[in-house]
């Protein structure tokens, strides 16, 4: 920490109370200094432009130029890190994704109304994200052009290649030699986790896979409550699959993506019709998450008549480390790690294969055919 430099930040809100707020939590961190602060969305695209910003703090209900469309002019002119200030609300949750898909690296919600009186509540929650927004990498955050080749079921990826690049020393621990196989006679589920950059990173995947799936897929993806049911929503209405939002008690269906609603812990067992979700939201949160990855894989290692494929992909910290080895110990299991050149962060697939977790790292756009692969091989 003591050879990092200070990053600067830009603090955008229309009221002078929370850019006063949010000016004090992130000056009390060593390593960030607010450069600047604007109170509308035209003054905060002119301000990046001139003080070049290492991340931007913005609110999303603001005068002149809200912060959606600041948001795709600074991702257009001058394109930065940006942290989003989300209320709480169903239309904030569905302004807050679309916000994912302009570019934005993360968002908090807030606790209160626009004016957060109560915004102390997630202090730490802004320092940490907006830290982590110091590292991600621009060109993750861009949306590149899709070349005629990566269009949706023309290109088929092999399962065995060989990934290169800068993290190449962290793939010695991935021994491409083995290949691990699945059993057509036993039933597979797919489990994916992930946070900082999921939304994209899960439209990529999801969008990708066919509807004729022979495996149902349980998602974790770190939110708070609605914004997980947007997220399923929307996701719904681009994918070939049905995407919903888990519900307790109801059965597991092959073709169909659940996502763990936010607050709750997704976990799943045996019942009559098959495999039956369980959510538990009187489990504490591990790592400051519920839902986590971790108790979801920890609920599939108590289920060994199954096999699985995971996918660990873009996020901060080391959830699903833990649960992965002992599912790995438990039952038959193929694991991806999405690779550093396409992860937002690379956290939490980084610990996967430093952990030697790690069965095949590949790029986002490929773990969807990845998946189809392995369930056809």
Request: hydrophobic fraction near 40%; glycine fraction near 8%; include cysteine.
């Amino acid at each position: 920490m003591a050879f990092d430099t200070v990053k600067k930040v830009l603090v955008v809100d229309d009221s002078a109370f929370m850019r006063k707020l949010i000016t004090d939590m992130l000056s009390k961190h060593p390593l960030l200094e607010v450069v600047g602060i604007a109170r509308n969305g035209k003054d905060a695209v002119e301000k990046v432009i001139k003080l070049r910003p290492d991340v931007v703090t913005m609110d999303i209900e603001m005068p002149l130029l809200n912060g959606l469309e600041a948001l795709k002019q600074i991702m257009e002119q001058q394109p930065t890190p940006v942290v989003m200030l989300s209320s709480t609300t169903d239309i904030g949750a569905e302004n807050t994704l679309t916000a994912m898909d302009y570019g934005a690296v993360d968002f908090v919600a807030k606790p209160g109304g626009s004016i957060s009186l109560n915004l102390r509540e997630v202090e730490q929650e802004i320092v940490d994200k907006v830290v982590a927004a110091t590292k991600v990498k621009i060109s993750n955050l861009v949306k590149q052009p899709i070349t005629g080749e990566e269009e949706r079921g023309k290109k088929k990826f092999p399962i065995n290649g060989t990934m290169i690049g800068s993290y190449s020393s962290l793939l010695r621990k991935v021994d491409s030699t083995q290949v691990k196989k699945i059993s057509k006679a036993q039933q597979t589920f797919v489990i994916i986790g992930t946070s900082t950059g999921g939304p994209r990173a899960l439209q990529e995947v999801l969008t990708r896979l066919p509807s004729d799936i022979n495996a149902p897929i349980l998602i974790v993806q770190h939110m708070p409550p609605r914004f997980t049911k947007s997220l399923a929503q929307r996701l719904n209405g681009l994918c070939d699959i049905r995407v919903k939002e888990a519900e307790d008690g109801e059965p597991i269906l092959k073709g169909v993506a659940y996502i763990a609603p936010g607050g709750k812990h997704l976990k799943f067992e045996k019942c009559t019709a098959g495999f039956c979700v369980r959510l538990d939201d009187s489990e504490p949160p591990r790592m400051g998450h519920r839902p986590s990855v971790d108790v979801l894989l920890e609920s599939a290692a108590s289920n060994r008549e199954l096999q699985y494929i995971a996918a660990i992909m873009t996020g901060m910290g080391q959830d699903g480390t833990k649960g992965m080895q002992q599912l790995q110990a438990a039952c038959k299991t193929i694991t991806i790690a999405e690779s550093e050149k396409t992860s937002v962060v690379y956290g939490m697939p980084k610990a996967i294969v430093e952990a030697g977790l790690a069965d095949k790292v590949v790029d986002v756009q490929n773990i969807a055919a990845t998946i189809t692969e392995i369930l056809h091989s």
